[in-house]
């Protein structure tokens, strides 16, 4: 209509609308990019989750928003509140009961003052002795009645949130005989669920006779157990919280307000919920502060406030064994951080759940961890950062694009990249086609749809790839460039040498072999020790497995050795500096590879000058070559010799 307006802003009706989808491969990038730079795989992921997508809305988030609301519910009050108003309401009737008792000349006046005069400094008390008293003043009478009714009214109203009037009129006889039949029936109800008798019937006779008293409606007998349980601690975490004068003070006012037969039943409805719920937080206190005085049922409201907050802030953690996003209660987030926190919860599972259904993420028992599939793609992207620095000789050199030596198709395709030169697999090719576009004539080929033949070759290597996994590759910020360099080769091996064997194989203390996965999540060995000699006696095993390939080993470390398998028990012995035993230990390894025709290339990472002349020794020693690369370039300088010690087989 003319003459309208509009006006425009942020969507606030929960997640945007219009919002893209998670691109998954970029959150699986972002991870992969952590570890190349020499994170944990571990943490990185956790990380992708903690940061949310693009940086936003993201588990850390959500717990800085739990721990301001926090701060502030501990900052809300005075917790001895009801123990503040009801010396106020006590004070008020004494005043207007000696202004009444001035006016009168009998003994009886001049006793009541008296006993007015020696009352217990005690509020409770007072209370309780006053409990028989026959006021003169009506407007005594009825602030005294208010010390009861109120107390009594938040007590019963915070435990049962249907009692709200009744509460207030639990005074007469006839209710308080009501509420202790509720309670009563409530009490053996939860007796025989505590003693796992088939209480369905019964709970349906309980609801049916007091489902009023329970406006949230349970449906089981735990559901209406954990909504009592919850109420039920945070009374006993007030009690905790306050000083031992305070909590006698209010347990004996609430003794008098609710009457021995309601107090005894209550006391009953604790101790059943205490042992139906023990995981719930019964014995902890807080120091709440401020200057405004709580009653009751605000006191044990902050404190229920803090108890949520606390739980919620240990789902958000996610660090204990096992835990997931499924673990984070979505409508407790909504209830204390808002509907536009319990929209970013549900975003990141969704992410969670995306990544594992698009195969990219897997469980196991200590939380996510990438999957071959997003190990493959890592690994790649490791290998065409290294490509990217390589600049001698044409791309043809370091991608395997061309037939075997003898050209003998091995049964497998793969898909045509630019620069192969292999012929294509036709009937592959076109059911690629036909997959993607329909059974269409004419039929449309599109470049994605290519394959080439693979051909195997006649010659293949055996590699060994040992790397230090030392503390002090990650305290010189060598662990990122070592964990992409030998992803990278790993990667060039299965796709495009898949006739080659190769074995990853780490070394500290003592060497380990480790397989793909395993290298993305390595940790540094955090004890002292560099066993070069252990890991070239694995290197050994894994090329006598091979006997007809062509033997390779190369060795990314930046220290000298300085541990070895002792020769009697076999366990790995350090000491620093270098022990003589170390070094002939490890030389001992050396010239075994030697004598088996294994070239020993090593790639040293450090400056120091006697580590280098040690080097030098040990590959002139196996014919090998000493190489020095700056960081940058270790991934280029290992692929570079892999593929000249390739090309030198083939030849």
Not at 444 to 449: G, H, I, K, N, R
Not at 492 to 502: E, I, K, S, V
Not at 564 to 586: I, K, M, Q
């Amino acid at each position: 209509m003319a003459g309208n307006r509009f006006r425009y802003g942020q969507w606030q009706g929960g997640p945007d609308p219009l919002a893209p989808p998670y691109d998954v491969r970029a959150a699986v990038d972002s991870v992969g990019a952590e570890v190349l730079a020499g994170g944990s795989l571990r943490e990185a992921l956790r990380d992708l989750l903690r940061r949310g997508p693009n940086n936003r809305g993201g588990l850390d988030d959500l717990a800085a928003r739990a721990r301001r609301l926090r701060r502030e519910a501990l900052r809300r009050g005075d917790l001895d509140g009801a123990v503040t108003r009801s010396r106020a309401l006590l004070d008020q009737a004494l005043a207007a009961e000696r202004d009444a008792l001035r006016g009168r000349t009998d003994d009886d006046a001049r006793f009541a003052e008296t006993v007015l005069d020696n009352l217990p400094r005690s509020t409770a008390r007072a209370v309780q002795e006053l409990s028989g008293y026959r006021w003169t003043s009506d407007e005594a009478r009825q602030a005294y009645q208010r010390i009861l009714d109120g107390l009594r009214g938040e007590v019963l109203e915070q435990r049962f949130a249907g009692l709200r009037d009744a509460a207030r009129a639990a005074g007469d006889p006839a209710v308080q005989a009501q509420l202790a039949e509720m309670m009563r029936d409530l009490n053996d109800l939860l007796a025989r669920h505590a003693r796992a008798e088939d209480t369905t019937d019964a709970f349906a006779e309980f609801m049916r006779r007091h489902g009023e008293f329970f406006p949230e409606q349970p449906r089981t007998v735990d559901e209406l157990v954990d909504v009592l349980a919850r109420r039920a601690a945070a009374g006993e975490r007030l009690m905790r919280s306050l000083s031992d004068r305070q909590r006698e003070e209010l347990a004996g006012l609430m003794r008098q307000s609710l009457g021995d037969r309601l107090a005894g039943e209550l006391s009953a409805l604790d101790d059943h919920l205490r042992a139906l719920r023990p995981d719930l937080n019964w014995q902890r206190g807080e120091r709440v502060r401020g200057d405004q005085p709580l009653g009751y049922g605000e006191a044990t409201g902050a404190l229920d406030e803090i108890a949520e907050l606390d739980e919620l802030l240990d789902s958000l953690d996610q660090e204990h064994p096992g835990a997931t996003l499924d673990d984070v209660d979505v409508d407790a987030v909504a209830r204390t951080l808002g509907r536009d926190a319990a929209d970013d919860v549900r975003r990141l599972r969704e992410l969670e759940r995306e990544l594992r259904r698009q195969g990219w993420v897997s469980r196991d028992a200590d939380g996510l961890t990438l999957s071959p599939k997003a190990l493959r793609r890592l690994a790649g992207t490791a290998l065409r950062r290294v490509f990217a620095d390589l600049t001698a000789g044409p791309r043809g050199q370091h991608d395997l694009r061309t037939a075997g030596a003898a050209g003998e198709v091995s049964g497998a395709s793969r898909q045509w990249e630019y620069g192969d030169e292999q012929p294509l697999d036709v009937v592959r090719t076109l059911t690629r086609a036909v997959r993607r576009a329909g059974p269409t004539v004419p039929l449309q080929l599109a470049v994605e749809d290519f394959e080439v033949v693979e051909t195997e070759r006649r010659a293949s290597a055996a590699v060994a790839l040992c790397v230090d996994l030392s503390y002090s590759m990650v305290s010189q910020g060598r662990w990122g460039p070592m964990k992409q360099t030998a992803l990278a080769l790993s990667h060039l091996m299965a796709t495009r040498f898949p006739q080659d064997a190769l074995q990853i194989v780490g070394f500290g203390l003592e060497a380990v072999p480790l397989t793909q996965q395993e290298l993305a999540a390595v940790e540094p060995d955090m004890r002292q020790g560099t066993n070069l000699q252990h890991a070239l006696r694995l290197a050994g095993r894994h090329l006598r497995r091979h006997p007809g390939a062509e033997p390779v080993v190369l060795v990314v470390t930046d220290g000298e050795p300085t541990a070895h398998l002792d020769p009697d028990d076999g366990e790995a012995y350090f000491h620093w500096p270098s022990l003589p035993e170390t070094v002939e230990a490890t030389i001992h390894e050396v010239d075994r590879l030697a004598r088996a025709g294994v070239t020993l290339n090593l790639f040293l990472l450090g400056e120091d000058p006697g580590l280098r002349r040690f080097m030098d020794a040990v590959a002139r020693r196996s014919r090998g070559r000493l190489f020095t690369p700056d960081l940058g370039d270790l991934g280029e300088y290992v692929v570079s010799d892999y593929l000249r010690s390739r090309r030198s087989s083939g030849r």
